[in-house]
């Protein structure tokens, strides 16, 4: 506060620090009184810095509270701009899944089950397409009960895919050997399907293999066989309340932390599985999407286009496929060239349309109302920066003024006791140096 009675004066030039050498000498008359020199009207310069050190450190801690405030805003805003990306990401897999026949390319291909069990009776020369064939027509029941004790099915069989390029992709990344791979609960059930000779050549009058010779077949070269058994399962969360049982796989990000566009979701959870097959089919209570589909895809991630796949790059990790037909089946390897329709033998179904749920064009309108939200929200965090920054430079700029008036308060505080030691001396009678 001003001393009572006396009124500052501000005609002088601001004050300005100088060094101890070049500071004006004090007249003793000035300083008998112990206040040093005066400032205009009456307050000593030594006054005026204390008081303007405490006006800046005053300010300064205002201009800090301002800048928390600019802090605190810009964390609340990225914290709804990560949320809009995850709705925006949650929706986009949603819509991937909500693809019509009528947005696909693929032609004559309506793929519901019995059209799948066609496809399959079409491999004559494989093992599923025996397998189907004697169960279809019952033939010799006996032999094909001892090699069908435990069997799931055939993987084309056991899931179903909503969109038919989605369709066409899989298959083409997984391949007709794999399509066609018979799957069983353990090792005990595969056992029955081929026998050996003494040399460990594959008997071809035993087995399967006798019982497509029976029927006028021969199953040409090797085939898969999965058992779910000895497999390692997918041991993480699934999505709460999901009747489909998916998987809780955390979603990709690109290194500047936003989510990749065209991201439809991971391969493994666009697997429709029909309710008689989502129940436990291991001892130990795991179902075909944490152990066959897992063990197919692993964490496969799906694309719209292969603009958006290639771009993901840096995300992509267990290799991805897109529904216009890119496919990276691992990090660094891909598969080129134009896709060959006819060379897919197998594709999965699409389920009926009574299992297809939701509304595309809502699903449209949803979208479009969540990227607008984002675009607002990253306009006003850039707002928002722009005044963080800008109270950051001036509270620098404060700072740099508050020190220099520490530094000139220290000064005028060194003179004082210099000039009250010389005073005491004088007092005594004698001069000190």
Request: hydrophobic fraction near 35%; charged fraction near 20%; include cysteine.
């Given at each position: 506060?001003?001393?009572?009675g ?14 101890p ?8 008359k ?6 040093g ?12 810095a204390?008081?303007?050190?405490d006006r800046?450190q005053?300010?300064?801690?205002a ?19 990560n ?6 990401l ?14 696909c ?7 519901q ?12 020369n494989?093992?599923?397409?025996v397998l189907?064939y004697v169960?279809?027509?019952h ?14 099915g055939v ?16 298959s ?9 791979a ?6 005990k059930?595969?056992?029955p ?11 071809r009058?035993?087995a ?7 029927i ?9 066989v ?16 999901d ?5 809780d ?17 991971y ?13 436990c089919?291991?001892?130990y209570?795991y ?10 895809f ?7 286009t292969?603009?958006d ?10 290799g991805a496929v897109?529904?216009?037909?890119g ?5 660094g390897?891909f598969?080129?060239g134009a896709?060959?329709v006819a060379?897919?033998?197998?594709r ?11 509304n595309y ?5 949803q979208?479009?109302e969540?990227?607008w ?9 850039k ?6 920054d800008?109270a ?17 308060t ?9 000039q009250?030691?010389?005073?005491e ?9």
């Amino acid at each position: 506060m001003y001393p009572t009675g006396h009124q500052m004066s501000f005609q002088t030039a601001p004050f300005i620090v100088q060094s101890p050498t070049s500071m004006m000498q004090l007249d003793p008359k000035e300083t008998s009184s112990g206040g040093g020199t005066q400032n205009g009207g009456g307050m000593s310069q030594a006054e005026f810095a204390l008081f303007n050190s405490d006006r800046l450190q005053s300010d300064l801690e205002a201009m800090g509270n301002k800048i928390k405030e600019h802090e605190d805003n810009l964390k609340f805003l990225k914290s709804q701009k990560n949320k809009l990306d995850e709705s925006i990401l949650k929706l986009q897999v949603h819509m991937g899944k909500l693809h019509t026949s009528g947005t696909c390319t693929i032609e004559n291909t309506n793929l519901q089950g019995e059209d799948i069990n066609e496809q399959i009776l079409r491999q004559v020369n494989s093992a599923a397409g025996v397998l189907s064939y004697v169960q279809s027509h019952h033939y010799s029941e006996a032999l094909q009960l001892d090699m069908t004790n435990g069997v799931v099915g055939v993987v084309a069989k056991l899931g179903k895919v909503n969109d038919q390029n989605l369709s066409q992709a899989l298959s083409d990344y997984l391949g007709t050997r794999s399509m066609l791979a018979l799957v069983y609960k353990d090792y005990k059930s595969v056992k029955p399907l081929e026998k050996y000779d003494n040399q460990g050549n594959v008997d071809r009058s035993g087995a399967i293999h006798g019982l497509a010779s029976s029927i006028g077949r021969t199953i040409e070269g090797q085939f898969d066989v999965i058992c779910l058994e000895n497999l390692r399962p997918y041991v993480g969360k699934r999505i709460a309340g999901d009747p489909q049982r998916r998987l809780d796989l955390p979603n990709p990000k690109l290194p500047n932390g936003e989510y990749p566009p065209g991201f439809l979701g991971y391969a493994v959870n666009l697997i429709h599985i029909d309710p008689a097959y989502l129940l436990c089919v291991t001892a130990y209570g795991y179902g075909l999407r944490e152990t066959l589909f897992y063990s197919l895809f692993s964490q496969l991630q799906v694309y719209k286009t292969r603009v958006d796949m290639i771009s993901a790059l840096p995300c992509i990790t267990d290799g991805a496929v897109s529904l216009d037909g890119g496919i990276i089946r691992k990090t660094g390897i891909f598969t080129l060239g134009a896709r060959d329709v006819a060379a897919a033998n197998v594709r999965f179904a699409k389920p009926s349309a009574s299992q297809t749920t939701g509304n595309y064009s809502e699903a449209e309108r949803q979208m479009n109302e969540l990227r607008w939200t984002k675009e607002k929200t990253l306009e006003d965090i850039k707002r928002a920066q722009v005044l963080r920054d800008h109270a950051l430079y001036n509270f620098g700029k404060k700072k740099e003024e508050f020190v220099r008036c520490l530094s000139q308060t220290n000064d005028f505080s060194q003179m004082k006791r210099e000039q009250a030691k010389k005073h005491e001396a004088v007092s005594n009678g004698g001069l000190c140096f």
